[in-house]
C-alpha cells in the first residue's frame, strides 16, 4: 500500500515538473515571439513617419495651393470675363400704355426682360497682366522650395532626436558597465579592510564615486525617457512596438569646395532668389498704373423688349488714361521699389548666410571626426591602463586611489567617445542639409 502512494506520489511530482517546465517554455517562446515581432526601422523609415505626420509640412503644403490660387487670380485679369446675364425689370407705370415700340413706351413698361452674353476683354493694362502672371509663378517657386527647406529641417530634428536616443542607451550601457567595476572594486577593498591591507579612507572614497556614478546613472535615464518621448512626438507614434536599428555613415572623402559649389541648391536660397523676382514683379504691375487701361466689351443678346429688340449685339471700345491720383501711385511705387530693394538685400544675406552654414557645419564635422579618433585612442589606452593598476594593486605597487582614478578616466573617456560618435553622425546629415543634398525622399 506505500508503495503504491509513493508510485502515485512520484507520478505527480513527475507531472507537475513537466508542466511547469511547458509553462516556462511557453514564456520563454512568447518573449521570443515579442522581441521579433518588433519592426526594426531606421532613420529614414522614422523620417518617412514624420513626414507624413508632420503638420508643419502641412502647412506649408497648403501655401504652395494657395500661390497656384493666386495663379488663376492673375489668369483671369488677362483672359477677361464671359458671362451670361438675365434680367427681369419691373416697375409702376400708367395703366394705359402704347402698345408700339417707341422709346416712350419702352421706358414706361410695366416689366421689361433681357438676356444676353457679356465678354470683357482687355487689350492693354500696362504689362500689369504680364507681371501678376509671372510673379505668380514665381511666388509659388519661393512656396515650393520653402516647403522642401521645411522638409531639411525636418528631417534634422528626426535626426538629431533618433541618435540621441542611440546616445543614452549606449551612455546607460557605459555607465553600468563602470558602475559593475566600481562594485567588484568596493567588494575587493571590503575583503582587504577585514583584514587590515586597505584603509576605511579608502573604501568611503570608493563609496562615494559609486554614488555619483549612480547619480549619472539616473540622469542618463531620464534623458533617455525625455528623448524617446520627443521622438514619438516627430514620429507620430509610440516606439514600444519599434526597434531601432543603426546604419553606418557612407565613408567617403569628404571635400568642403563640393559643398560650396551647391550653394545655389539649398532650398532657401532658391526661395529667397523666387522672392526677389516675386518683388520686382509686382513693382512692374504697381508701374502699370501710370499707363492707359484699353477694354473692349462686348454684349449678344439672345432676349430684349421694347424699340431695342432687332438689336442683337453692341460693343464698347474703352481707352482709361490716368491723368492724376493724388499721390497714390507714385507712393505705391516707391513702396514697391523698396520692397524690391529689401528682397534683394535678404536674398544676398540668404547666400552668404548659407555659405557660412556650410563652413562652420564641415569644420564641426572635421572636429567632432578627429575628436572621435582621437578619443577612441584614449578609450584603448584608458583600458590598458586599468588593467595595469589593477596588476600593479595585486602586487602593492600602487594604491587604491591610483585603480580608482584610473576607472573613472575609463568611464569618463568611453562616455566621451560615445557622445562625439553620434555628434559626428549628426554633424555629417546637418552637411547634407546645409549644401542643399538632403534629405532623401519619403518611402
Not at 11 to 20: E, P, Q, T
Not at 27 to 45: C, P, R
Not at 294 to 321: C, H, M, P
Not at 375 to 382: F, G, I
Request: net charge neutral; charged share 25%; hydrophobic share 40%.
Amino acid at each position: 500500500m506505500n508503495k503504491i502512494k509513493f508510485l502515485q506520489l512520484r507520478i505527480f511530482a513527475i507531472f507537475l515538473c513537466v508542466s511547469l517546465t511547458s509553462q516556462w517554455v511557453s514564456a520563454e517562446d512568447k518573449t521570443v515571439e515579442t522581441a521579433e515581432t518588433k519592426q526594426f526601422v531606421g532613420l529614414m523609415e522614422c523620417y518617412d513617419l514624420a513626414f507624413k505626420r508632420s503638420e508643419t509640412l502641412a502647412i506649408s503644403k497648403e501655401e504652395i495651393e494657395r500661390a497656384e490660387a493666386t495663379f488663376f487670380q492673375a489668369t483671369s485679369q488677362a483672359l477677361g470675363h464671359v458671362d451670361f446675364i438675365a434680367t427681369s425689370f419691373k416697375q409702376d407705370a400708367p395703366a394705359e400704355t402704347s402698345t408700339d415700340s417707341s422709346v416712350g413706351s419702352t421706358l414706361s413698361a410695366r416689366e421689361k426682360t433681357e438676356s444676353r452674353f457679356a465678354i470683357t476683354q482687355p487689350l492693354f493694362q500696362g504689362f500689369k497682366s504680364l507681371g501678376a502672371l509671372t510673379g505668380a509663378g514665381n511666388l509659388r517657386s519661393q512656396r515650393k522650395y520653402e516647403w522642401i527647406r521645411a522638409q531639411h529641417l525636418l528631417f534634422l530634428d528626426v535626426a538629431r532626436s533618433f541618435y540621441q536616443v542611440f546616445r543614452y542607451e549606449k551612455d546607460l550601457e557605459i555607465i553600468q558597465e563602470i558602475r559593475k567595476l566600481f562594485l567588484e572594486r568596493i567588494a575587493e577593498l571590503s575583503e582587504r579592510e577585514k583584514i587590515g591591507r586597505s584603509r576605511a579612507s579608502e573604501l568611503a572614497t570608493a563609496n562615494a564615486s559609486l554614488k555619483n556614478i549612480e547619480a549619472e546613472l539616473a540622469k542618463s535615464q531620464g534623458a533617455l525617457i525625455a528623448e524617446k518621448n520627443v521622438l514619438e512626438f516627430l514620429i507620430g507614434m509610440p516606439l514600444e512596438g519599434l526597434k531601432l536599428k543603426d546604419t553606418v555613415m557612407p565613408g567617403e572623402e569628404i571635400v568642403l569646395s563640393h559643398y560650396l559649389s551647391n550653394l545655389e541648391m539649398r532650398p532657401d536660397v532658391e526661395a529667397s532668389e523666387n522672392a526677389t523676382k516675386l518683388a520686382r514683379k509686382n513693382l512692374i504691375v504697381v508701374q502699370s498704373d501710370l499707363w492707359p487701361v484699353v477694354s473692349l466689351e462686348y454684349n449678344r443678346y439672345t432676349e430684349r423688349d421694347g424699340f431695342q429688340s432687332n438689336i442683337d449685339w453692341d460693343a464698347l471700345f474703352k481707352i482709361d488714361v490716368p491723368l492724376f491720383r493724388g499721390g497714390k501711385t507714385i507712393g505705391n511705387i516707391k513702396d514697391a521699389i523698396s520692397n524690391w530693394k529689401q528682397a534683394k538685400f535678404s536674398y544676398s544675406r540668404t547666400k552668404r548666410e548659407a555659405e557660412l552654414d556650410i563652413k562652420q557645419t564641415y569644420q564641426n564635422w572635421l572636429t567632432s571626426h578627429e575628436r572621435y579618433k582621437a578619443l577612441m585612442e584614449s578609450v584603448h589606452a584608458s583600458e590598458e591602463s586599468f588593467r595595469l593598476q589593477k596588476e600593479e594593486y595585486t602586487r602593492n605597487l600602487v594604491n587604491n586611489l591610483d585603480v580608482l582614478q584610473a576607472l573613472e578616466l575609463l568611464y569618463q573617456v568611453n562616455r566621451q567617445a560615445n557622445e562625439v560618435y553620434y555628434e559626428s553622425k549628426l554633424n555629417r546629415w546637418r552637411l547634407q542639409v546645409a549644401s542643399g543634398q538632403c534629405c532623401p525622399e519619403p518611402l
